[in-house]
């Protein structure tokens, strides 16, 4: 059994029966009683003195905890029945009355219902007002009002709408899957920081620096992003919508949301315009990763009809090209690049940096020189041999990055730090250098 990468938290709770027994067949909806977040849900649950818990929490902001692995019995609704049901605690952000739960929350307990339903097989979500279904609530095993005036009026709907979903009847773009890559679900900042906002879950948290945002082989389409240099320097984002094509956004700073919500409209593809040095690339449906671009490029597929599920941006510490046997020299690339090719038997014969407000040192092994010490490089420094067909063997670096080498025979090295003492390559052994890899301390 796997467990829902929905989840933004996680604290296991001793308060379980390990494994289950038999199968989840049952979706059983709680009320926590209180506006807990699901933080302080894993603390309710985290004493052995509590002899409670249960496997998923929903606070009213809409993140989702998780406390019992579903290959375990949670200890929630004080029955058999949790032996075959997945237990969701959900919080009421009115206390009292009928217990009103957020509409974030609603949104967050529909979609972790679809996903249950699906990794576990259950077909239908079926809701009969009685035990005879497979969405069950706490009232009908135990003396106890939960889960509440509130949700218990919403369980046909519930049903409803994760039902549409399992069927794919209330999207333009298919099924939601499970499996693939989530982005990592905390918040970060940096010289360049994003958000996606993605289907069925709005806005996830803020990432920076080249972290992927979005998520992979999900079917999750991008809607909108938010985008922010820390530097401030003056941005415009194009990007190109369902329905709508080309759009241009002037002016965008990282509380502007760039993209359409709540329109079930796919972006396919953006470009970045500014003079900050940018590199940036886009997950499409079908396409995969595409290639990194630079400012004033598009990333992405345009006019395909393939949604964009992720993209990364980032700002280069430098930037770096490549002279290739038979190839000669590629395009300036970020360090968070490949430079060179692995798996066509090529030869790395020259780099060539542009060190944008870095310092560089560098010293290289060539083929028929030995070993040539160039110092600090400069925009117009040449590393190695061109049309010579000499090949780099062993390369040093010093600079504030880490970098490592694909050497004929071996592959890739480790990551070694670009300390001015370490070398990666080899010499004596006639072994060519096939490609570099950079990144940052």
């Not at 984002?237 to 369902?242: D, E, G, N, Y």
């Amino acid at each position: 059994m796997s467990n829902s990468s929905l989840v933004n938290y996680i604290r296991i709770s001793p308060n379980r029966t390990s494994p289950r027994y038999g199968t989840i067949k049952n979706i059983v909806i709680h009320h926590m009683a209180g506006n807990l977040s699901v933080e302080t849900c894993g603390n309710v649950f985290a004493p052995t003195s509590r002899q409670a818990s249960s496997n998923y929490g929903i606070g009213s902001d809409g993140r989702i905890g998780m406390y019992v692995e579903e290959r375990d019995r949670a200890w929630t609704t004080g029955n058999q029945i949790d032996h075959s049901s997945v237990t969701i605690e959900v919080a009421d952000d009115k206390i009292g009355g009928g217990w009103h739960s957020s509409d974030k929350a609603m949104n967050a307990l529909v979609n972790l219902c679809v996903d249950i339903c699906r990794r576990n097989g259950i077909k239908k979500l079926n809701y009969t007002g009685n035990k005879s279904g497979n969405l069950l609530m706490h009232k009908w095993y135990q003396a106890t009002d939960c889960p509440g005036a509130y949700l218990e009026s919403k369980f046909s709907w519930i049903a409803s709408e994760v039902n549409k979903k399992l069927n794919g009847q209330d999207d333009p773009d298919g099924d939601i899957r499970s499996g693939g890559t989530m982005q990592e679900r905390k918040n970060e900042s940096g010289d360049v920081t994003y958000q996606a906002h993605v289907r069925g879950l709005g806005f996830l948290e803020s990432r920076c620096d080249g972290h992927m945002a979005g998520s992979t082989d999900q079917n999750r389409r991008i809607e909108a992003m938010k985008v922010g240099l820390k530097s401030g320097a003056y941005m415009d984002i194009m990007v190109h919508l369902k329905g709508i094509g080309d759009k241009l956004y002037k002016n965008v700073r990282e509380n502007i949301v760039v993209g359409t919500t709540d329109q079930k409209r796919r972006m396919e593809a953006f470009k970045i315009i500014t003079e900050e040095i940018l590199r940036y690339r886009a997950h499409n449906k079908t396409y995969g990763w595409g290639a990194w671009v630079s400012q004033g490029e598009w990333a992405g597929v345009r006019c395909k009809g393939k949604q964009m599920e992720a993209f990364q941006i980032y700002k280069p510490m430098f930037l770096v090209r490549g002279h290739v046997q038979s190839a000669g020299w590629g395009g300036y690339v970020g360090d968070m690049e490949t430079v060179g090719t692995t798996g066509k038997g090529k030869r790395l014969e020259a780099l060539q940096f542009d060190p944008l407000d870095e310092v560089i040192e560098c010293s290289a092994h060539i083929q028929g020189e030995g070993w040539v010490h160039y110092g600090v490089i400069t925009k117009d420094t040449v590393i190695g041999t061109v049309g010579q067909a000499d090949r780099l063997e062993c390369l040093r670096f010093k600079g504030n990055f880490e970098f490592r080498v694909h050497v004929q025979g071996s592959g890739w090295t480790d990551w070694t730090e670009a300390d001015g003492i370490a070398t990666l390559g080899t010499t004596g052994q006639a072994l060519r250098i096939e490609a570099i890899q950079f990144r940052r301390k």
